[in-house]
């Protein structure tokens, strides 16, 4: 989540994953993937440098938390899998109901 000002100057926060596009014309107008519209004061320049920090302070967090894990949870972290120990079973899958 990023913070940004609304025209009127009051505070939001915005799930940056939901932004589609962003245009100057000339207030920064971001259209989200659901078809909404938010104008907001900062420039492009500044919504983009405010994602990428989030998204850079995201993954030093991810980054942290792989380095307490040995090699196994690592990769399993990396494939997106559950790890188990050298063994035992992976856990079952869910049948469709």
């Keep these: ?6 025209l009127n100057g009051r505070a939001m926060m915005l799930n940056s994953d939901l932004i589609k596009t962003a245009e100057a014309s000339p207030d920064t107008m971001l259209t989200l993937i659901n078809g909404e519209k938010v104008i907001v004061r900062e ?5 983009v440098e405010r994602i990428l920090a989030y998204r850079a302070r995201l993954l030093a967090v991810i980054a942290r938390r792989l380095e307490h894990m040995g090699e196994l949870g690592r990769a399993a972290a990396l494939a997106s899998l559950p790890a188990t120990a050298p063994g035992q079973a992976p856990p079952a899958a869910n049948p469709a109901k």
């Design 43 to 47: 420039e492009i320049a500044e919504v």
């Design 1 to 6: 989540m990023i913070e940004l000002t609304r």
